[in-house]
């Protein structure tokens, strides 16, 4: 089997990005990104892409128009395609069986209907979005039901890129994985795609296991990747208690090699699309298969986390002498890490969120968060319109916010907010002025010699 043309189902944070590379490093192969989202393709046909990734912009230009081509023409693009990617969103469900937990696979079946339907020869079908494991063999029976021919091959090929460094990630990734049935037929349709990514990948770099592993593999690496911040999280309470001092503890343990030192950065909490909404997917799945001490085990890297956020609202309550009514607090960062506009599931927006509710006068400030998502995101954890009328101000630097405010929060580790002029932000807020750093970026030591009272994660 040679793929000469690709389609890819969904052009979102992996499919936009993954495809721009594959057409980047593989001249020879014809890729089209489909989505049903008319304005997002008009975003990638234009230039101000829909995402903003470092690096990303260049490989965009480079091969738009040559052989990448983003449309709204899912049905002719499925038809002409040899292998079709399939990355559409599967977010946590929010109602019926599983709410809260279980993820909705209601536009993964949407699209296995639209290939059924419109492919009319042999094809590779490739899951490139996280799923539940098992999800390849309900996209063969939709499949196989709703088709005359029934040669599809389903492949499992998880993305591991992290956002802010999606570029790097596919240049050079720690590993490709590509999961297949262990059948004749399976391995030709495995091949196919380890030919794709070998033209700039090597073939030591690129892992094949059955469907089922591959599939699981993607959960579990972002399971222990967060239960790593968890880890150190729990540890960062256990240092402000005791005098300890959180990244010491992370270097001395890091500095193992059996543990190795990433992923070991205390914070206000994790965020993104992916951990919490990964790890809630195998708490279902656990459950799911009768194994409840598994489920509860991994729910409580979760747990762990919602706790982080709140202990680190409560912590601003407390040392403001108990009450944020009516005083202004300058929030620094709403993204759920730097270098990306993504605020899914930040940290941010819960702090805000309680922060709010407790009457402070919030003055955000974020470099690359458009107004709009601020306000969606609030919506979206239960502040009212009126609040967000009353109590937010978005503001267009970091002076702004904390000028005449009482404290001030950093939640996102943007480079800038480590080199603001802190002398004349003093002179400008209330005094005690307090400063509370979610992400340890901030020079602590400068602070306090400026009149700071500063307060920092699991710094005793
Ligand atoms: C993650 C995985 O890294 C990636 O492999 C997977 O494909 C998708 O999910 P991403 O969500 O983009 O990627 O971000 P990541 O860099 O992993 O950070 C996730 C969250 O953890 C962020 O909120 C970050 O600030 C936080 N974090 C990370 C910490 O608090 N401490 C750390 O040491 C590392
Ligand atoms: P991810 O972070 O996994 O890339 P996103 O939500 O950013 O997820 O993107 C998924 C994209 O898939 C969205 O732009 C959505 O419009 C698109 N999509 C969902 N279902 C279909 C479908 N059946 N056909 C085409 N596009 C789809």
């Known amino acids: 089997m040679k793929v000469n043309r690709i389609c890819c189902i969904g052009a979102g944070y992996v499919g936009g990005p993954t495809m721009a590379m594959i057409a980047a490093k593989c001249p020879h ?9 008319a304005e997002r393709i008009a975003a990638w046909n234009s230039d101000e892409l829909p995402i903003y990734e470092p690096g990303l912009n260049d490989i965009v ?19 002409a395609a040899d292998l079709i990617f399939v990355s559409v969103g599967t977010p946590t469900k929010s109602y019926g069986i599983g ?49 005359d021919h029934g040669q599809f091959q389903v492949l499992s090929n998880p993305e591991f890129l992290a956002e802010g460094t999606a570029v790097e ?10 999961g297949g049935e262990r059948t004749p037929e399976g391995d030709a349709a495995v091949e196919a795609l ?8 090597s ?48 270097r001395a343990i890091g500095t193992d090699s059996r543990i190795g030192p990433k992923f070991l950065k205390a914070s206000v909490g994790f965020g993104g699309s992916c951990f919490q909404k990964d790890i ?48 202004k607090i300058a929030i620094l960062g709403f993204a759920f890490k730097k270098d990306t506009n993504d605020t899914r599931e930040s940290a941010s927006i819960y702090v805000c969120r309680d922060l709010l509710s407790e009457g402070a006068n919030i003055a955000l400030y974020d470099p690359k968060v458009p107004v709009s998502t601020i306000h969606a995101d609030l919506n979206y954890v239960g502040v009212s319109d ?75």
């Not at 279980?102 to 536009?107: G, R």
């Not at 990630?169 to 590509?178: A, G, V």
């Not at 503001?395 to 080199?419: K, Y």
């Open 61 to 79: 230009v480079e091969a738009r128009g040559k052989n990448l081509f983003f449309s709204t023409d899912v049905e002719e693009s499925i038809a």
């Open 203 to 250: 073939r030591d770099r690129i892992l094949t296991t059955n469907l089922w592993s591959s599939e699981l593999s993607k959960l579990v690496a972002n399971a222990f990747l967060a239960q790593r911040i968890s880890s150190i999280n729990s540890i960062s309470a256990l240092c402000e208690a005791t005098g300890a001092d959180v990244d010491e503890v992370g």
């Open 280 to 327: 809630l997917n195998l708490v279902y799945l656990c459950e799911h298969f009768g194994l409840p001490q598994v489920s509860q085990y991994w729910h409580a890297v979760v747990q762990m986390n919602d706790w982080q956020k709140e202990r680190f609202s409560t912590k601003i309550v407390k040392t403001l002498f108990n009450t944020v009514r009516g005083k």
């Open 386 to 460: 009126e609040v967000i009328d009353r109590q937010l101000t978005i503001c267009s630097s970091a002076e702004e916010a904390t000028d005449q405010s009482h404290g001030l929060a950093v939640l996102t580790e943007w480079d800038e907010f480590a080199t603001l002029d802190f002398s004349a932000i003093y002179d400008k807020m209330f005094k005690p002025a307090f400063v509370f750093d979610g992400r340890n970026v901030l020079p602590h030591d400068k602070l306090r010699e400026l009149g700071f009272d500063v307060y920092a994660i699991g710094k005793g």
């Open 169 to 178: 990630d596919l240049t050079e990734p720690d590993r490709i994985l590509i």
């Open 194 to 201: 380890v030919s794709v990514y070998a033209n700039w990948v």
């Open 29 to 37: 192969i014809h890729v089209d990104v489909v989505d049903l989202n």
């Open 99 to 147: 709410a809260g937990r279980a993820a909705d696979l209601c536009y993964i079946e949407s699209a296995a209907r639209m290939i059924a339907k419109n492919a009319k020869g042999p094809k590779i079908i490739v899951e490139k979005s996280t799923i539940p494991v098992r999800t390849a063999e309900a996209i063969r029976t939709i499949l196989g039901a709703n088709s």
